[in-house]
């Protein structure tokens, strides 16, 4: 019987590896090397049960961080899948969920394209990434759906054919990663063509990109800065909470600054952190259940099994915690001698 099974499954693999051929799609759920999601992550995409938030407390006080989902592309480009993932973090407390939006066929070079990459999708780094991306239908989709359930979402847009595809959903707010941090030419294609908000993470550079960025975006409505380090997963001493304190002084020069936070780090500890230290938005990946192949696994929170919940619990709790500034006396406080 095992050789049977071992047997049938190698087959199941060597369809799984010809998809693009097939003239039915097949989606395996587990744990394989070639599934697209793990069994918890279909049960929470046909279910509208929410998990369980057990921390101790929740918030009553006014929110005034904003907490976003980075989905990025791990929705896999399914529909089904991005909807369930959109209403968990609804559901678990974010405030908006954010995707990502590239032309894969020249943002990446040939080379990068035509190396191995097993997934879902076929054999390259190039399948991988052409299988991930949104069309405008599934924007439309994203639109509406947000629209319905009160959720914001925006989109990171990594190249100018991107920039101007997403501009014609007419966002409030778009953000610029730390990918392209370098590409100072589109940079300041946006800077003098964007007036409404914007989010910018600072991963992988230092003052100067600060002094840029300051320099180049005189038009635009509000800047959201986030501190980040592009490392996956960032060690905590090397997450730069401390440079959010120095975002919020310049804040205090310029009001359209508001300093914010890019997690790459795993739990939500530094999160925390970020909140007293001033940060009014907080970035943390998420996904739908564990897969191995797919970008940033190791650090995205899960929306499935409550964790996502759990992580908005905490910030909220420091958000708490932090939110007055002005002394005063409580009606807790007595003397004890």
């Keep these: ?46 279910s509208s049960v929410r998990p369980t938030v ?16 980075e989905i990025t592309t791990n929705h896999f480009g399914d529909r089904d899948r991005l909807q369930a993932m959109i209403r ?29 990459y097993r997934s879902p999708f076929g054999k390259t780094f190039g399948d991988y990434r052409r299988g991930l991306e949104l069309n405008e239908e599934d924007f439309e989709f994203v639109d509406e759906y947000c629209k319905k ?4 979402w925006f ?11 997403i501009r014609s959903f007419n966002p409030s707010i778009i953000k610029l990663p730390s990918t392209i ?32 960025l300051l320099a180049a975006f005189r038009k635009t409505e509000r800047i959201y800065l986030l501190q980040c380090t592009s490392a996956y997963p960032t060690p905590e001493g090397e997450a730069g909470i401390g440079v959010i304190r120095h975002y919020r002084d310049i804040s205090k020069i310029d009001s359209r600054i508001i300093p914010g936070y890019s997690s790459h780090d795993l739990g939500s500890f530094c999160s925390q952190l970020a909140v007293a230290a001033g940060a009014r938005m907080l970035e943390k990946h998420v996904k739908l259940g564990s897969v ?30 932090a939110a007055r500034e002005d002394k005063v006396v409580f009606d807790s406080e007595h003397h004890k001698y």
Excluded: C
Excluded at 183 to 212: C, N
């Design 149 to 152: 359930i009160g959720m914001g």
């Design 181 to 212: 941090s370098k590409k100072k030419s589109f940079l300041k294609k946006v800077a003098e063509d964007w007036k409404r908000e914007i989010v910018i993470s600072t991963g992988m550079t230092d003052a100067g990109y600060e002094s840029f």
């Design 54 to 69: 057990t921390r101790e407390e929740s918030v009553a006080l006014p929110k005034y961080v904003s907490i976003v989902a």
């Design 1 to 46: 019987v095992e050789h049977m099974i071992k047997r049938q499954e190698s087959y199941l693999q060597r369809l799984m590896e010809e998809r693009d051929r097939l003239f039915i799609d097949v989606a395996h759920i587990g744990n394989r090397s070639y599934s697209m999601m793990t069994t918890e992550a279909f049960n929470a995409v046909r």
């Design 88 to 116: 968990l973090a609804k559901e678990s407390g974010a405030d908006y969920i954010k995707l990502q939006k590239r032309n894969v066929d020249t943002f990446y070079d040939k080379a990068t394209l035509a190396k191995p």
């Design 155 to 165: 989109v990171s847009v990594l190249d100018e054919a991107s920039y101007e595809f």
């Design 292 to 321: 191995h192949w797919a970008h940033f696994d190791d650090v995205a929170v899960d929306l499935t099994n409550g964790d996502f919940s759990l992580y908005v619990a905490d910030v909220r709790r420091a958000e708490k915690i």
